[in-house]
């Protein structure tokens, strides 16, 4: 099965802080794989504008060489390849002064979606929306893309908020957080809300708790300034983790739409409860020559690269129902996991040699996204009644054939979807308010307690106390597999 490719109509996009990292790994890959499966071909303009040092040859010749590495199967095909960079320009620009700003304004053909990807440092943010609306370039299918970190607190991201909200209207605005492009993550939705299986054992009565682990097996090498300030619960816990919970405990929305989505995962970071201190654990990686304080240069920084929390959303759906938060640098693997527990059967008709045994639904962001449901059979063979735990598995590539065996990267996704209009997967404003409004408080305890992060070794699955969180509860983290 091949899924159906929409061709989108012709746009401009200009890549703010289009020679940097993001923009070379990640957004140009996704743009050139989105144009390779024909979902725009005519018309299309991007244009990559950053400081000086590049023209247009030079800015085609950096996007060729990431290209051969970030999207190398697709350059396999040079003709391919050379009739996308034919589609690339470049304005040498400054986002703080009104340098280059003519030139861009140039380029810019009228009538058409017009989209500014903000992929600089945040600084920029409300510097680079000034100058869009003072160079007159807002049109009625304008639309901008915020990368995060969107905001340090709740202050900052209010006065982001304010600050773009001065020149766009909310539905102009696209933050940006890829966990909600992942294929898995939207597969979460079509199985909650597509299926009449889950969504009545999908409560307090029927799950006994939930775990989320977003576990990275890198360091923050290259990011050591950034990351010192910011840590775990600001770079990860605030946004992704707190995305995914969103969408597990959500409501299910009155239909597939931005606002209706939206809406429901607000209502979800509101019925947050404030998390008691004893409820998270902080860690910071440790390595001979190679730990945390090593990397950052900071003999004394209390920054966690590790967080685990015990979160409750108050309703009626989940009153009872712990969630179990955890993400961490220089874990033992990369893996990023939604553990759905079930409760054990209230009987077991086996009696008690059968042990204990619950329906475990996983589902994988990363790597091999895909979808599992472990339950409870008979061991094969003669002999007593034995129970084992298999897993059904959901696995894309053998339900749906190779072709999806290769999802589409989460910014192949995004991208089209702001060239779209569609902002669905995109955070509200007041969504990222209310994320901010829980966190801050957790963080202020820490600062008002001078907490310091517990160690934990390079390599292993993060300090002991996170073991001991789950303990307490009787209950145990599941393993973080590669
Ligand atoms: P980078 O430092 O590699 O690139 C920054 C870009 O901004 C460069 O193209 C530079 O020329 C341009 N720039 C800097 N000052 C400018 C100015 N005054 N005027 C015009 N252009 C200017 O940064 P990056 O890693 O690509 O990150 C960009 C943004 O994306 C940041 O907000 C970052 O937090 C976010 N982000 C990055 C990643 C990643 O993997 N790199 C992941 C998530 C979010």
């Known amino acids: 099965m091949v899924s159906r490719v929409i061709p989108v109509d012709p746009f401009d996009l200009v890549i703010f802080g289009g020679t940097g990292d993001l923009a070379q790994r990640k957004i140009l890959p996704a743009l050139f794989r ?85 992929s600089v440092g945040p600084r920029l943010f409300g510097p680079l929306a000034e100058r869009i609306e003072a160079h007159g370039l807002i049109t009625p299918l304008t639309r901008i893309v915020v990368e995060k970190p969107f905001g340090h607190d709740l202050d900052s991201a209010q006065a982001l908020n304010a600050t773009l909200a001065a020149h766009f209207s909310e539905n102009q605005i696209y933050r940006i957080d890829h966990y909600l492009g992942k294929e898995t993550v ?190 409870t059979i008979k061991e094969p063979g003669p002999g007593g009644m034995r129970l084992v735990d298999v897993p059904l598995d959901m696995s894309f590539a053998e339900a749906l054939g190779p072709e999806n065996q290769d999802p589409p990267d989460a910014y192949e996704r995004l991208v089209m979807d702001v060239i779209r209009g569609n902002q669905t997967l995109f955070m509200r404003g007041d969504e990222v308010e209310a994320a901010w409004a829980w966190t801050d408080p957790i963080i202020a305890g820490w600062q008002a307690r001078g907490d310091v992060p517990k160690p934990y070794d390079s390599g292993s699955t993060g300090p002991g106390d996170a073991e001991l969180l789950m303990k307490r509860d009787g209950r145990r983290w599941q393993g973080i597999n590669p």
């Open 34 to 118: 989105r144009f390779c499966a024909g979902q725009w071909v005519d018309g299309a303009q991007i244009i990559g504008a950053a400081r000086k040092g590049y023209d247009s040859d030079g800015f085609r010749d950096l996007v060729r060489e990431s290209l051969k590495t970030h999207a190398a199967k697709q350059c396999q095909e040079v003709s391919a390849l050379e009739s996308f960079l034919r589609r690339l320009d470049y304005v040498a620009l400054d986002g703080v002064s009104d340098e280059g700003w003519g030139h861009l304004a140039r380029r810019l053909k009228p009538g058409r979606v017009r989209a500014f990807y903000f």
């Open 186 to 375: 939207q597969n979460l939705m079509a199985v909650r809300f597509g299926n009449m299986l889950f969504e009545p054992l999908w409560n307090s009565q029927y799950v006994d708790h939930i775990q989320i682990t977003v576990a990275e097996s890198v360091g923050i090498d290259g990011r050591e300034e950034y990351y010192d300030r910011a840590g775990a619960m600001r770079d990860m816990m605030q946004n992704h983790l707190m995305q995914l919970l969103c969408l597990i405990a959500m409501e299910p929305p009155a239909k597939f739409d931005p606002d209706a989505v939206r809406d429901e995962k607000l209502k979800v970071i509101r019925a947050l409860d404030p998390v008691e201190p004893h409820h998270i654990v902080r860690g910071q990686f440790e390595g001979e020559g190679s730990g945390y304080r090593q990397v950052v240069g900071n003999e004394r920084s209390t920054t966690e690269s590790y967080v685990a929390l015990r979160a409750h959303v108050s309703n009626w759906r989940w009153a009872g129902t712990p969630f179990y938060l955890r993400t961490g640098k220089r874990l033992v693997a990369r893996s990023s996991v939604i553990n759905v527990m079930f409760k054990d059967a209230p009987h077991s008709i086996f009696g008690a040699d059968a042990g204990r045994h619950a329906n475990v639904l996983s589902i994988r962001l990363q790597p091999n996204e895909g979808i599992t449901l472990k339950v």
